[in-house]
Structures are given as C-alpha cells and as structure tokens.
C-alpha cells in the first residue's frame, strides 16, 4: 500500500504539474536565460510541497466536518478537469505558436523571486490541483496518505529542477510550435484520463 500510493502520488503530482502554464512557463524562461534557477525552482517546489502537505493532512477532516463537501470537490474537479482537457486539445488543434522568452532580462533575485511566488499563490488552480485533487485522491490510501504525500513532493521537486536545469537542452524543441501541439494534445488525454478516475473511483 505504501509503495502503491507513493507511485500513484508521484504520477500524479507529474500530471498535474507538467501542464504548461505560467508558473512552469516563468521556470523554463529563466532557466533558459541562465538566472537565479536555484532559487526559482526552491520557491516553487517548497511552495507546491506546503500546499500538497495542507492538502493531504487536512482535507479528510474538513470532509468529515462537512460531509457534502467530498463529493463535490470530487465532482467538481473532475469538471474542472474536463474543461482543461478540453482546452488543451483545442489548443493542440489550433495553437500556432511556440514558448515566448522573449522580455527582460537581468532581473534581481527579489523581483525574480516575487513574480515566481505571485504566479504560484495567486493563482487559483494551484489551490485545485495541490490542496482539492491531490488531497481528495490522498483518501483512497487510509494510513498511507504520507507516502502519497511524498511521492507527489517528489514529483513537484523532480519536474521543477528538471525543467529549470534542462532547459537549455530543450529550447531548439520548444522553439517549435509543433511541439506545443504534440504537449497540449498529451496534457488534454490524460487531463480526461483524471476526471473519469475521479468520477469513477477507480
């Protein structure tokens, strides 16, 4: 059980997170352009690792306190879900464009550092995806919920330093607005892979 739900938290903490947005777009920018990598990649990956903790030990109780809440934080995510699996397939179809890293550059560490915090806590769907979903599929695993926990931490410091540090090696890929459409196409299936598993409890 424990080994199965740190794998499930791993995989899933990976979904979730690889879904090109502007907080992974700020991290592949900087990591492009060579500048305080370290230190982004810090302030997302512990920011995701405080988020996914509240989730993972709150969530049953705030369940228990308000029954109804469970399933509609279940359905609702898996709506949610749909609708960004949705609009990433049609993103897929109709995106022409590739990553922008165009914009300033030789920004300090604490207006680097400022923005990065900005678009990861003021940003809505990372209360969804860390706290909501992560937290509710922490449930199926009673008394392992702190592997799950681990693995989807994992997930969110093996993707953050990777992307941040590997980014050099893939902006020719990146430069490609093919690229995006093969990653918006994949992001969208497994997007609608999610929200059935949510709605089905499989």
Known sequence: MTL???TTGLAMGLTL???IGAQNAFVLRQGLRNEHILAVCLACAVSDAALIALGV????QIAQILPG????MRYG???FLIVYGARSLLSAVRASGALDISGQTGRGLGVTLATCLALTWLNPHVYLDTVVLLGTISTRFPGAQGAFAAGAISASFLFFFSLGYGARRLRPLFEKPAAWRVLEAIIGIVMFAIALRLVTGL
């Open 17 to 19: 997170i690889v879904a």
């Open 57 to 60: 030990t709150s969530f049953r």
């Open 69 to 72: 809440l469970d399933p509609f």
């Open 4 to 6: 199965s739900a740190f």
């Open 77 to 79: 995510g898996a709506a």
